[in-house]
């Protein structure tokens, strides 16, 4: 049985992963949740039935591994502190707001032995991973190039902080398109070009952005990251892509998987997924790499790259100029 503690409850992720622990009980438990915000602690651990810790000590001690789902600045402070403690870490995407801090995250994990994996669950969605068989298979022949969206509703709250979330749109939706592209084709961005801009929302922060990046080999990707989907859109995104090869086009939809509903009556609009839960399968797979001592199937190197995306294509906006991507 391993005892899973719950770090911080910023992230809204934080209470699906939760569900997911709630259904794996001969496997895993929740040895109970931390948050510097006690009200918010205190109420998810009763949510949960589980213990609120006041000090992360306290819960470290207590637990095998963590899941991190602070605000982005705070995921250095959380991994180091957890390895020291020997617990592994699931921690939300992005890894960090700046390459330093994912660079220390990912040295004190591999100096205490324990494991590192980012939260990035789009891979495990089923349109994805069938589209990573055909791809491997050389069903569409030689990639050319990759046109990618990842559009969502404007979370408001910390994320348009800019000290605590390390950037908006743009680093929020990039990473996870960045991170499926690496690992549907193994090649690593070399440069990217950018617009970045505030234009749907009144934030400080960016809110828009089209990315074009090269890729190893010459394929190049587009990707829109905007925060431009209302309210009672049906999903936190809309990851789609199609990917253009000499054989052929494969078009894939990570929500395809479900009955969108407009209801009049209660004025809304209401997705009812038929899909395996993405968030439960990439529980599934952190507690497969503990269990059986496997390397971590989204590494913390994989965090870092998809990052270095994200902040190229913010110093490429600032530039206006394509930049190269650090690997």
């Not at 948050?35 to 109420?43: C, H, I, L, T, V």
């Not at 970045?196 to 074009?212: E, K, P, Q, R, W």
């Not at 395996?276 to 965090?303: C, K, Q």
Request: hydrophobic share 45%; glycine share 8%; net charge negative.
């Amino acid at each position: 049985m391993i005892r899973i503690g719950l770090i911080s409850m910023a992230h809204m992720h934080a209470y699906s992963y939760a569900r997911a622990l709630l259904t794996m009980d001969e496997r895993a438990r929740i040895a109970g949740v931390f948050d510097p915000d006690p009200e918010r602690g205190q109420k998810a651990a009763e949510q949960f039935g589980s213990q609120y810790f006041g000090d992360l000590q306290g819960l470290l001690s207590k637990a095998d591994a963590v899941i991190i789902c602070s605000e982005n600045s705070l995921h250095m402070e959380y991994t180091l502190a957890s390895a020291a403690a020997g617990c592994h870490v699931l921690c939300e995407k992005p890894i960090a707001t700046n390459e330093e801090d994912a660079l220390r995250m990912i040295a004190a994990c591999d100096q205490a032995g324990v494991k590192l994996q980012i939260a990035f669950p789009v891979r495990f969605a089923a349109p994805m991973q069938r589209a990573k068989e055909l791809l491997d298979a050389n069903a569409i022949g030689d990639i050319l190039c990759i046109k990618g969206t990842n559009h969502g509703q404007m979370p408001g709250g910390w994320f348009v902080d800019q000290e605590l979330s390390g950037g908006g749109a743009v680093m929020d939706h990039t990473v996870h398109v960045v991170d499926l592209i690496r690992w549907f084709l193994g090649k690593e961005v070399v440069s990217m070009y950018a617009e970045v801009d505030t234009m749907l929302y009144d934030v400080d922060i960016d809110d828009c952005g089209m990315l074009s990046m090269e890729l190893e080999g010459g394929i190049f990707a587009t990707q829109d990251p905007s925060w431009s989907r209302p309210r009672t859109f049906p999903t936190w995104g809309d990851v789609l892509l199609d990917i253009v090869g000499t054989e052929g086009i494969l078009r894939v939809d990570a929500f395809a998987q479900g009955l969108t509903v407009f209801d009049d009556q209660e004025r809304q609009v209401v997705q009812h997924s038929w899909a395996e839960d993405m968030d439960m399968l990439l529980i599934a797979d952190f507690l497969h790499s503990i269990e059986t001592d496997a390397p971590p199937s989204v590494s913390g190197y994989d965090g870092l790259q998809a990052m270095r995306a994200a902040l190229a294509a913010y110093e490429s906006a600032r530039q206006q100029k394509v930049v190269s991507v650090a690997k």
